[in-house]
C-alpha cells in the first residue's frame, strides 16, 4: 500500500498537531504548514505532488482562499483535492471557496472518525 501524503496548513499550532495524529492514526504521512505562504513553500518543494490539502480558511500572511487558488495554477495541483477546515459557515466564503477549486468544507471541531473518513472518501476517489 502506497503511503499518502497529506498537507494540513493552519495558524494554530493545537489545531495542526491535533489534525496531524488523527491523520497519521489514519497511517498517511503529514506535512504541515502554519499558512499559505508556508504551504505553497511545501507545494514547490515536493518533486510529486501531495495527495491532499486541509486548509484553514483564515490565516495571516496567505489565508485559505488565495493559497486555493494559486495551487489550482500549479500542474500538479489542478486536480488534487483541497478540503476546507474551519471554524466559519457562511455561504459566501463557502461559494468562495468552491468557486476557487475547493474539494469540500468541513466546520471545526470535527470528530477525528468524521475526518478520516472525509479524507478517505476524496483519496478514494482520485
Known amino acids: 500500500m502506497i503511503t499518502k501524503t497529506i498537507l494540513v496548513v493552519d495558524d494554530s499550532t493545537v ?6 495524529a488523527t491523520l497519521a492514526d489514519g497511517a498517511y504521512q ?17 518533486a ?12 495571516p500572511t496567505m489565508g485559505g482562499h488565495q493559497l ?23 455561504d459566501t466564503e463557502k461559494s468562495e471557496a468552491r468557486a476557487a477549486g475547493a474539494s469540500g468544507w468541513l466546520r471545526k471541531p470535527i470528530e ?3 475526518l478520516l473518513e472525509v479524507v478517505g472518501s476524496l483519496l478514494d476517489a482520485e
Open 15 to 20: 489545531m495542526r498537531n491535533l489534525i496531524a
Open 112 to 114: 477525528p472518525a468524521t
Open 30 to 46: 503529514v506535512l504541515l504548514a502554519a499558512d499559505g505562504k508556508a504551504a505553497m513553500q511545501h507545494a514547490h518543494g515536493h
Open 68 to 90: 486555493i487558488c494559486e495551487l489550482r495554477q500549479l500542474e500538479n495541483y489542478a486536480e488534487t483535492p483541497i478540503l476546507v477546515l474551519t471554524t466559519e459557515a457562511s
Open 48 to 59: 510529486a505532488a501531495i495527495d491532499l490539502v486541509l486548509t484553514d480558511w483564515n490565516m
